[in-house]
């Protein structure tokens, strides 16, 4: 079965610090796909990322970079350089290839992450 | 914006009623997908429906059903309602459906069952 776990319920941090948030998951496929979404304050989610199983690179996008490795299973998230605006929860999330089934995604129960000026 | 629309932001009813929460996809997408965000379950897959079938249902109650139409659009009916019924409930489309598309999400509706 599908699980997500994402251990940081809450973390604080000052602006300007670096923070990472922590995604482990579980899934018996060996082709999947890993997500992060944003939701800020005024509750809508946002997309940042979506990753197949098959493609460890990471990722660096402006102040954000992802570090997917496989043999721990995990998907993490690291800010640079925090914001005030970065303040948010973020969740991680998890979707199975198909093969005649659905792409639902399973959610991890989310970080909140505030970051004080 | 994501492009997905969803009406109405908010709603109040009382127990024992029932609504219909509407959705609009993004332009040309086929899959639509209801999510469910409360306290005590986080975010729950509902159910999806590409191209106007049901594809997969995860944990809706009996009470909740939905349907997606001709011109793609979805909605979402609660009926019943309890107290426990009180959420926020996203509704995310995504293109083709083959392989796990991004899904984007609408603004939500936030319901609240008194």
């Known amino acids: 079965a599908q699980k997500v776990t994402q251990a940081q319920t809450e973390i604080s941090v000052v602006e300007k610090e670096d923070v990472t948030l922590d995604c482990v998951y579980e899934?018996?496929?060996?082709?999947?796909?890993l997500f992060w979404y944003k939701q800020p304050p005024s509750g809508e989610l946002v997309f940042l990322i979506r990753r197949n199983s098959f493609d460890e690179q990471n990722e660096i996008s402006g102040r954000y970079s992802w570090n997917f490795q496989k043999s721990t299973s995990s998907f993490n998230f690291t800010i640079t350089a925090s914001q005030v605006v970065d303040s948010a929860v973020y969740f991680c999330a998890l979707s199975e290839a198909p093969q005649g089934g659905s792409e639902k995604l399973v959610f991890g129960k989310g970080t909140k992450l505030t970051v004080n000026p | 914006d994501s492009g997905v629309t969803q009406t109405p932001k908010h709603l109040i009813t009382a127990t024992g009623q029932r609504v219909t929460l509407r959705c609009s996809p993004r332009?040309?997408?086929?899959?639509v997908y209801w999510y469910q965000q409360s306290l005590d379950q986080g975010l729950q897959f509902l159910i999806q429906?590409?191209?106007?079938?049901?594809?997969a249902k995860g944990n809706i109650l009996e009470r909740f059903s939905a349907q997606q139409f001709p011109d793609l659009h979805s909605e979402l009916n609660l009926s019943s309602l309890e107290l426990g019924d009180s959420a926020l409930y996203f509704c995310?489309?995504?293109?083709?459906?083959?392989?796990?598309?991004?899904?984007?999400f609408g603004p939500g509706t936030r319901l609240t069952v008194l």
């Open positions: 332009s040309g997408d086929l899959s």
């Open positions: 995310a489309s995504s293109p083709i459906g083959v392989t796990p598309d991004t899904q984007y």
């Open positions: 899934t018996r496929d060996t082709t999947y796909y």
């Open positions: 429906y590409y191209n106007g079938e049901e594809r």
